[in-house]
């Protein structure tokens, strides 16, 4: 497991999947997008499986049951029980659980998969604020959760009843394109209340601990989409990471990380989990990986040499986050990711 302050991407020998028992694998942007396979994925983790890597997907998104979520990957040709799904629905569940009595009624904004989550724990949902809920709880509900619903969640937050989110994410990824994810619908009853909730998704420790409770995982690899979440959480919880650029991150964003937002490993997709990773080395003339060397001028990263874009990236990452520090790197990268055609 890494510790410190990640001044440049890791190199590694072996084929992660090799390296790691367990992936635990976002979805959203990741495997699927918009309902739909991302190019690489089924293909990737059929290999990966087939050599002994257990694979769990775990998802901020806490609309869906288990149940529903290992069925769509099951369809996508992805074969998956429900027991490998863990979901930020389930880690806000336990929570909750942890601090009202059992049986208790709880005020749910959000879809099915907080339903059973919570009658998984021996909690009962309520739709209503005058239903005497102990709790409120907020997941995402998707297009057809109506306004009311945050109405009521504000008349309970206000009186004083114990406000649960499973996740603070703004946006989502869906095949149109970004849409509000359960963060913004969060902000809404935040504003109307002046009141902050609890929070169980990625980044925060209850859905990492959930996740190795589930697992059992001993040796976990994190894979990931996103910065913010993914990869904080897997710095958060002392664990590794693969960043995959199919969702939301750009070359830009990554070059600016701070340490908590660097991951172990970069790769164009979830091909990287079959490979070994190239080392990046330190030389008196910046970084060098693959057959590019990256340094920091003194206004912007400068990249020179050619090859893999991949491998320009890496080393572009090494100087950029080296010259940081622990703080975010500054310097303009545009005219080399464009080099790069990132």
Not at 53 to 81: C, F, K, Q, S, W
Request: with cysteine; proline share 6%; glycine share 14%.
């Amino acid at each position: 497991m890494s510790q410190g302050v990640r001044t440049r991407p890791e190199g590694s020998g072996q084929p992660l999947s090799e390296a790691y028992d367990t992936a635990l694998l976002d979805l959203d942007g990741v495997v699927y997008a918009g309902g739909s396979a991302i190019a690489h994925a089924v293909d990737s983790l059929a290999v990966a499986r087939s050599g002994g890597m257990h694979l769990a997907y775990v998802t901020n998104n806490a609309l869906r049951t288990p149940d529903a979520v290992a069925g769509h990957l099951t369809e996508l040709g992805i074969p998956t029980g429900a027991d490998d799904v863990i979901t930020s629905a389930q880690a806000v569940a336990r929570l909750i659980s942890e601090q009202v009595p059992a049986g208790s009624r709880v005020l749910v904004i959000g879809g099915e998969g907080l339903r059973v989550a919570l009658r998984e724990r021996g909690l009962v949902p309520v739709e209503s604020a005058d239903d005497d809920p102990a709790a409120v709880v907020q997941g995402f509900g998707g297009p057809d959760l109506t306004w009311g619903r945050f109405a009521e969640a504000s008349y309970a937050v206000a009186r004083g009843v114990p406000w649960f989110a499973s996740n603070t994410d703004l946006t989502i990824p869906s095949g149109r394109g970004i849409a509000p994810g359960n963060g913004a619908a969060v902000e809404v009853v935040r504003i109307a209340t002046g009141k902050e909730p609890q929070v169980a998704g990625k980044p925060l420790p209850p859905m990492h601990r959930e996740t190795i409770i589930r697992t059992g995982a001993e040796r976990p690899l994190v894979v990931g989409d996103r910065l913010d979440t993914d990869i904080e959480g897997a710095f958060n919880g002392g664990v590794d990471s693969l960043l995959v650029l199919t969702g939301v991150t750009d070359g830009a964003q990554l070059l600016a990380a701070p340490p908590q937002h660097r991951p172990t490993y970069l790769d164009a997709d979830l091909r990287g989990l079959l490979t070994g990773q190239p080392e990046i080395t330190g030389t008196s003339d910046g970084f060098r990986c693959g057959g590019f060397t990256a340094r920091a001028g003194a206004d912007r990263l400068e990249l020179d040499g050619d090859g893999e874009a991949l491998d320009g990236l890496r080393a572009l990452c090494a100087a950029a986050w080296s010259a940081a520090g622990e703080g975010s790197c500054e310097l303009d990268g545009g005219k080399a990711l464009a080099r790069l055609g990132l």
